[in-house]
């Protein structure tokens, strides 16, 4: 999504998104909502986030990957297995490119870290 259009929910925001990242959004969502049951959903600057006391994770679309972003810092070993898998990373962001799957116990690994 490269322009930022107003969303009502997360629901809002993946319906929105482009069809491409649609599904990804979803899984991620899913995995979010599973593996952090307390976080509650909200949405700041027109993406979803998933607030965890004053931790959060969020989840964006480009044009050409989505997003998983932290408020905690990826571990050494994290970013490592990320890179090696092929996947783009920053000290606090995974990304998933279209062609890639979402590797679940990767992210289930990242959630870990404000879980």
Known sequence: MPSRVPVTDTADYINKAAPVAQPYLQQLQQ????????ATAKI??????????????SIA????????????????????TAKAAGYA????????????????DLVKAVLNLIG
């Open 31 to 38: 995995l979010v909502e599973a593996n952090l049951p307390s």
């Open 44 to 57: 700041k600057w027109n993406l979803p986030f998933f607030e965890l006391g004053k931790q959060y994770v």
């Open 61 to 80: 679309a480009y044009k050409a990957h989505v997003s998983l972003s932290l408020s905690a810092d990826f571990t050494p070993e994290l970013l490592a």
């Open 89 to 104: 990373t920053g000290q606090k962001r995974l990304n998933i490119d279209f062609d890639q799957e979402v590797p679940v």
